[in-house]
């Protein structure tokens, strides 16, 4: 029972900025692929490819904004989208980290453990 706390403990501190970041990016992504769609007439599949290129930072240069209101679109993509795409990576990792260290911890450490996430980034 008291891993089974330990556990919620971690859920509840740390779902708000993932999911958050998640949900932004998803959005960003959504709203990026709309607009390409209908501004630069490339099909959906396309404009959702260019915005993953984009933001994932690979840029193969195969599919490039043509018109004024694109290309000024897609600086904001690449300023939001970076920034996003980084924060959702550091949190996804920070969370894989966390959840191995807990599960490495001998089990006499992890009943002393009161606070639970945030004792284990103190030490």
């Not at 290129?53 to 290309?71: C, E, H, K, L």
């Not at 993509?77 to 996804?92: D, E, Q, R």
């Not at 980290?97 to 089990?107: E, H, M, N, S």
Request: proline share 3%.
């Amino acid at each position: 029972m008291d891993n089974q706390d330990n556990q919620h403990d971690i859920q509840q501190q740390q779902p708000a900025p993932y999911w958050l970041v998640f949900g932004a990016l998803v959005t960003l992504i959504t709203i990026s692929t709309i607009f390409f769609h209908h501004v630069e007439g490339w099909s959906y599949f396309d404009s959702y490819y260019y915005t993953i290129v984009t933001i994932a930072t690979v840029g193969y240069g195969d599919f490039v904004p043509t018109t004024t209101i694109g290309r000024f679109a897609a600086t904001i993509l690449i300023i939001l989208g970076i920034g996003l795409f980084s924060a959702f990576v550091s949190l996804m990792l920070k969370r894989r980290a966390t959840k191995d260290f807990r599960r490495r911890l001998p089990k006499s450490v992890k009943n002393t453990l009161k606070d639970g996430e945030k004792t284990i980034e103190k030490l």
